[in-house]
Each structure stands twice: as C-alpha cells, then as structure tokens.
C-alpha cells in the first residue's frame, strides 16, 4: 500500500504562483511515476504533469512553460510548481503514485483557486 499526502493549495490571484507537494509513504518501489492530475467542476480527471524515479517528466499542453514538476527521490515526494496562474487552472489537484505490478494510488486532493 501507498498513502500521498498532498500540501500546498490555496487562493492565489491570476498571474501569482502555488507549489504543490505530494509526499508518498509506505511500500514504495524504486521505479514508479507520480504525477499531478486536476479536476474542474463538472469536468473529468485530466493529467498536468508527471515524472518518473528517473527524472523523466512530461506536461499538459496547457500548462507547459507555466507549470514545473520535480521530485526528490529521498524523500518519496513530488512537487508541483505552478507559475503564471490563470483563472482556468481552478481545480481540485490530484497527486497519483504507479509502479509496475500494482493498481495507481491516489491523494485526497487540494484545492487550488485561482482568482481574477
């Protein structure tokens, strides 16, 4: 099993910056995938961005040049720097946990706001 355990959401006006952090904990394998997801009222779970233990990471079109994932395996804990903020980028963020053999976790979710 897997626990996440997401941080670092709130209100933030058009334009401002939010990092999000996502730290996993409990049976992690060395090779695995964690990403950010976001849901929108009323609309589906979409991928923002995501990185493998290797550093290899990939965007949303949307959000490319905007938005900047890392992590720190050390730590078993990924971050989400999101810059230039838009109005359109209010949702609930997902942090999400895959490795071979085993089913995707997932975090509870925080909830980023993003005001005119």
């Known amino acids: 099993q897997v626990q996440l355990v997401e941080s670092g959401g709130g209100l933030v006006q058009a334009g401002g910056s939010l990092r999000l952090s996502c730290a996993a904990s409990g049976s992690i394998f060395s090779i695995n995938v964690m990403g950010w997801y976001r849901q929108a009222p009323g609309k589906q779970r979409v991928l923002v961005a995501a990185?493998?233990?290797?550093?290899?990471?990939n965007y949303a079109d949307s959000v490319k040049g905007r938005f900047t994932i890392s992590r720190d395996n050390a730590k078993n804990t990924v971050y989400l720097q999101m810059n230039s903020l838009k109005p359109e980028d209010t949702a609930l963020y997902y942090c999400?946990?895959?490795?071979?053999?085993?089913?995707?976790?997932w975090g509870k979710g925080t909830l980023v706001t993003v005001s005119l």
């Open positions: 990185i493998t233990s290797g550093h290899i990471a």
């Open positions: 999400k946990y895959s490795d071979s053999g085993r089913g995707d976790y």
